[in-house]
């Protein structure tokens, strides 16, 4: 890098980068799984970042909300290690698969432990842990206003009709719940964690809300704004490695190429990132690419990177 970024100069830089990526939408394709994601506006494109001391800048559609989908991963492993520890490790692995996310293949042959927490199989995991250790109170309760807290947002909110949506269509998560019960690595019952889980992959938040909420990772677990520990600074570093190695799927290294920060991706066509010491970001532009990660988005975080030098890798 020749001269350092000014992080004053953040706001004028969010705003280039939308009027540059603009232009360019129209590449990739909104997730048509379900038919409430189907029907999303294709056009959005919005982007927030929020610094450790507080300041947040947005730009585009930064203030829409839509479905965090994946996103809600991170919380939900932030949440499970902390309730379970490392015993968690037990039970799902820290590679990247190098498979799709929803992929069956894999799982059988490696007998029941997914990858990762960040595919689909390796969240169920990740679910099945907190539906286990919070059995008194609904989990997806518990899980909701941790992320509520995480953005400072009581009106963080569950998209019933995505949320019965996942449910109506949810042959393939149904399929990786099963077989891992069939393997012994489901402790609840199989239909309690799918429901769980498809509610909180329905939850819907805006770039800004998403930007303020992963700032416990951007400042070694804790909370640089309210004070409070959310996860040891050994917690956060781990899960942005394991953001960083598989928060993209089978697109991972090449997401780590392009962009360098650990970063998750949802369908929805969000993607939170976090930049250590420094911020959160978050984007949202709902075409994908064919491994299921926001096209748009993507190219916005590699601009941002690039004209910040805020890779890790710098
Ligand atoms: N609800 C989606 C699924 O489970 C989430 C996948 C994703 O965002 N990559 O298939």
Redesign the pocket.
């Known amino acids: 890098m020749t001269q350092p970024f000014d992080d004053a100069e953040l706001g004028a830089l969010l705003d280039r980068i939308v009027a540059a990526v603009l232009p360019t939408l129209g590449q990739g394709k909104v997730?048509d799984?379900?038919p409430a994601l189907a029907a999303v506006d294709p056009n959005k494109l919005g982007i927030a970042v929020t610094t450790v001391d507080g300041r947040q800048f947005v730009a585009g559609d930064a203030r829409e909300t839509f479905s965090i989908?994946?996103?809600s991963k991170v919380f939900t492993l932030t949440m499970a290690l902390e309730l379970v520890g490392d015993d968690l490790w037990q039970r799902v692995g820290r590679e990247p698969s190098g498979t799709p996310?929803?992929s069956l293949v894999q799982l059988e042959y490696e007998r029941g432990i997914p990858r990762n927490p960040l595919i689909?199989a390796g969240?169920l995991v990740v679910t099945d842990a907190i539906v286990a250790a919070t059995a008194s109170n609904p989990p997806i309760k518990a899980i909701l206003d941790f992320i509520r807290v995480r953005a400072a947002n009581p009106g963080v909110r569950i998209d019933g009709e995505v949320a019965q949506s996942?449910k109506a269509w949810?042959y393939?998560?149904s399929a990786l719940a099963n077989l891992m019960k069939a393997f012994g690595n489901m402790k609840s019952p199989v239909n309690e964690v799918l429901d769980t889980?498809?509610s909180q992959?329905?939850i819907v938040m805006s770039c800004a809300d998403l930007s303020r909420a992963i700032l416990y990772l951007a400042n070694g677990g804790t909370d640089p704004l309210s004070g409070e520990k959310i996860i040891s600074e050994q917690g956060a570093r781990r899960i942005n490695a394991i953001m960083l190695t598989c928060g993209h799927?089978d697109a991972s290294g090449d997401f780590a190429f392009r962009v360098g920060v650990p970063a998750k991706?949802?369908?929805?066509g969000g993607i939170v990132a976090v930049v250590p010491g420094r911020m959160g970001i978050a984007v949202w532009s709902p075409a994908l690419s064919p491994q299921?990660n926001s096209v748009a988005g993507t190219r916005a975080l590699e601009q941002f990177t690039a004209a910040t030098g805020y890779s890790i890798f710098e």
């Open positions: 997730a799984y379900i989908q994946s996103i996310f929803n689909n969240a996942e949810g393939r998560n889980y498809f992959c329905s799927y991706s949802g369908v929805g299921g």
